[in-house]
């Protein structure tokens, strides 16, 4: 991209989760997600409502994984994604907020 012109700030690395992967892999990626920081590009993880959530929990269906949509946006912010693709908003980002005051043991970010 970066060769066709594309400004390096405009690119991020997205692993694509689900993206012909077993439920499996995409647990190992998740859970070796910082991995991919040696790139040098910004991380985006897309795993809401993912079939691997709802293989986790037995089956359940879509709309049923919200919980475990936030669990794993959180975790995957912990282990190094900038950017989390989320449907259910609110819920996510208050799970950020209290990792990111828990992380840096302060209320209120920086601002930019």
Excluded: Y
């Amino acid at each position: 991209l970066m060769a066709a012109g594309v400004a390096a700030e405009r690119v991020s690395l997205d692993p694509g989760f689900g993206f012909g992967k077993t439920p499996d892999h995409n647990l190992t990626m998740l859970n070796r997600l910082a991995e991919f920081q040696r790139i040098g590009l910004p991380l985006l993880a897309g795993l809401s409502r993912k079939s691997t959530l709802g293989a986790v929990l037995g089956g359940k269906p879509p709309a049923e994984r919200v919980t475990v949509s936030v669990a794993a946006a959180l975790l995957a912010a912990e282990r190094g994604a900038f950017i989390v693709r989320v449907h259910d908003v609110q819920p996510t980002l208050e799970a950020i907020q209290l990792w990111w005051a828990m992380r840096h043991e302060r209320v209120n970010p920086p601002m930019a």
